[in-house]
């Protein structure tokens, strides 16, 4: 703990063309006293736009206050609280999506989740854009524009049910180079840093008291060369933005207007309060203005200033005005501007106001020569900021590797994990390959399975992504695992368990579809791989058809009243003729109480080969009635007895049941599970199958 005799803390305020340092203390009722204060100004071109161009001067003047404050103490001062500039920082917007597999009610967890791919994706970009050179950047916050829900607009994703969410968010990214050179130039002149905050911060510490910040407040410092924004809502500092337009612009137009040296348009610029200026011009003659034409001359450019921090505000702000405005610094308060910056914003001229000497209220000075004043602002909050201990850069270790986080009081491991560039796949859990393929010309895709989330260890300690970390902590993250890749099988296809009823000589025939894939007849048990083709088809082939009835082929077949050839197309309920002399009939099969079995027997005897696995005696012997079955999506012909049961049908299937091919025989009636007794009739849709 920063401690200098009696608790003194003391504050430096690194600018573009001044610096300045203050020592003070807090006393037991909350009021900050301010012992001793130094003001110095650049001697060179030391810094610009907030950056530390030259070290080694910079840490002269940094020495050159420290001595003039210890000399006013009288004691020593070994640590000091510093600032990072708002003009440094940048900010990215970025728009981010994330499917489901299916409608899901959404969650704080896939909120979040949807965060921070969106600021992992900003990540991204400012290291693509940055790639050049070799920068690292430190995420300081942010803010979210818009949620959207199944691609529309909404304020609150949580409860809805969702297919897709999506994020716009800003992003605000700090160079580690700036805050390097701080830490730098400090120790070059023999000071350590004890607490490192971001400016616009430091000045919403006295500007915007943590009271005020449920509301929607915006705090403009206008400064020389930039104007930094930051804006509060919610309870706290929600984004940071800088517009390089300040008072420096204003400055050049009344040095342009009225002919004189910057230095005294300086001049002119704060008196513009005054009812009358006077001043000399670069000619040596004497000019004296009103107030009102020194207002009339800045016009534009104020109007062109505020017009610009005013659009970095509603941006920053998600794209809508804030309630009210905070200006500080001494460019806004030249005639005119906060009337201005109301105007562009769109809300009244009371919501913007200068602060000053009104909000150092609890803030006393032991010099009574010093004026309280907006510019006083940053310094003194630089000193508050330290008793807040937030809004600063801690050490910790992930997987092995030492990096520095910018603390704002509410960091945690998968801050820590984006600073490391651990993309949201290292992190939350990867879903295999998916499967695509095409069902009849239609697209179709099965999603792979979730795997497992990254394993999180903090400190030894099983922690997750939202645990909170401090400084010096070890965090180890083992990388999350992807689940198994899309998988389905034929027969898993809705359309595949369909049927199609033919009319044959008057009776209905019903018959499995058949599954084609690349132009290939598969069984159901197929496993469809990745770019496959399948069809299921809606029709069979005369031919087809014939053969799942154990039919032969002859001329003179009609379908629906027109000969038809082996080739003709048969669909849902086609009626189909058949006959071949007087020798088959539709008495001839699938009817009980037929008398014409032996003459069908006889018929087939004539045909060899025609039931697979029989010999010629056999089939004449063949007595009781013939059903068709489909197995493993075959079609299948039992015959030799009056009913059947599910062991009958390994004499007309080639299935070896003696040799073991997996963990377990899996066998099924039309999808029910069944055992060899389980009875099987006409029609019966069979599997049988080892699973592994």
Not at 500 to 507: H, Q, Y
Request: aromatic share 8%; with cysteine; charged share 25%.
């Amino acid at each position: 703990m920063l401690k200098n005799n009696a608790g003194y803390v003391f504050g430096l305020d690194i600018g573009t063309r001044n610096m300045v340092g203050t020592v003070g203390y807090k006393t037991k009722d909350g009021r900050f006293i301010v012992a001793a204060q130094v003001t110095k100004e650049h001697k060179t071109r030391a810094m610009l736009d907030g950056q530390i161009h030259d070290i080694a001067k910079v840490s002269e003047s940094i020495k050159e206050i420290k001595e003039e404050l210890e000399k006013l103490l009288s004691m020593p001062l070994k640590e000091v609280c510093i600032a990072a500039a708002g003009r440094v920082l940048k900010t990215i917007r970025k728009k981010v999506d994330y499917e489901f597999g299916q409608e899901t009610v959404v969650n704080d967890e896939h909120v979040y989740s949807l965060d921070m791919l969106g600021v992992e994706k900003a990540y991204e970009q400012i290291r693509e854009e940055t790639k050049s050179d070799s920068s690292q950047y430190y995420c300081v916050g942010y803010s979210v524009v818009q949620y959207y829900l199944n691609d529309y607009a909404i304020s609150v994703l949580n409860d809805h049910k969702a297919v897709k969410i999506g994020v716009e968010l800003i992003a605000t990214f700090l160079p580690d180079e700036v805050v390097d050179g701080l830490y730098a130039a400090v120790e070059k002149a023999s000071l350590k840093v004890s607490n490192l905050t971001l400016e616009p911060i430091a000045a919403i510490n006295v500007a915007i008291p943590e009271k005020f910040r449920l509301l929607n407040i915006a705090l403009v410092d206008v400064g020389a060369g930039t104007s930094d924004i930051s804006i509060a809502k919610s309870g706290s500092i929600q984004a940071f933005g800088m517009m390089p337009y300040a008072g420096d612009e204003i400055t050049e137009v009344i040095a342009s207007k009225y002919l004189v040296d910057f230095a005294t348009a300086e001049k002119i610029k704060k008196q513009a309060g005054k009812k009358e200026i006077k001043f000399k011009d670069i000619m040596g003659l004497k000019q004296t203005i009103t107030c009102d034409e020194l207002k009339d001359a800045v016009e534009d450019t104020v109007d062109f200033i505020t017009r610009q921090v005013a659009d970095k505000i509603i941006e920053l702000n998600g794209d809508k005005a804030v309630s009210a405005v905070f200006v500080v610094g001494g460019g806004g308060k030249i005639e005119g501007f906060t009337a201005k910056l109301a105007s562009c914003l769109g809300i009244a001229d009371e919501r913007v106001a200068l602060r000053g000497q009104e909000v150092m209220a609890d803030i006393e000075f032991e010099n009574a020569n010093i004026k309280k004043d907006s510019l006083l602002v940053t310094p003194i909050g630089i000193c508050l900021n330290y008793y807040e201990q937030k809004n600063n850069f801690i050490p910790v270790l992930i997987n092995g590797e030492h990096i520095k986080l910018y603390d704002n009081d509410k960091v945690c491991v998968v801050d820590a994990a984006l600073q490391l560039g651990l993309a949201n796949d290292y992190l939350f859990p990867k879903r295999g390959g998916e499967l695509v393929f095409t069902v009849n010309g239609e697209k179709r895709m099965v999603r792979g399975k979730q795997g497992e989330a990254a394993v999180i260890k903090v400190n030894g300690r099983e922690a997750n992504l939202n645990t909170p970390i401090e400084a010096n902590d070890r965090i180890d993250i083992t990388e999350s695992t992807a689940g198994d890749n899309g998988c389905c099988e034929v027969r898993e296809l809705p359309e595949y368990l369909g049927t199609i009823t033919f009319n044959i000589n008057g009776k209905g025939i019903t018959c499995p579809r058949f599954a084609h894939v690349n132009g290939e007849m598969v069984p159901g048990t197929y496993k469809i791989r990745s770019g496959d083709g399948v069809e299921i088809l809606n029709y069979y082939t005369l031919k087809q058809a014939l053969e799942f009835m154990d039919l032969p082929y002859y001329r003179g077949i009609k379908v629906n009243n027109e000969l038809a050839d082996e080739k003709t197309v048969v669909y849902e309920n086609f009626k189909i003729e058949y006959h071949e002399g007087d020798i088959l009939s539709e008495s001839l099969y699938y009817d009980d109480e037929t008398e014409s079995v032996e003459e069908f027997n006889t018929f087939k005897d004539s045909n060899t080969n025609y039931d697979s696995g029989k010999s010629d005696a056999g089939k004449s012997e063949e007595t009781g009635k013939r059903i068709f079955v489909i197995v493993n999506g075959q079609a299948v012909a039992l015959s030799g007895k009056d009913s059947y049961i599910f062991v009958d049908i390994l004499d007309f299937y080639p299935f070896d049941t003696s040799v073991m091919g997996g963990r377990d025989l899996i066998m099924t009636v039309n999808d029910e599970k069944a055992e060899f007794s389980t009875p099987v009739s006409e029609g019966d849709i069979i599997e049988m199958y080892w699973e592994k």
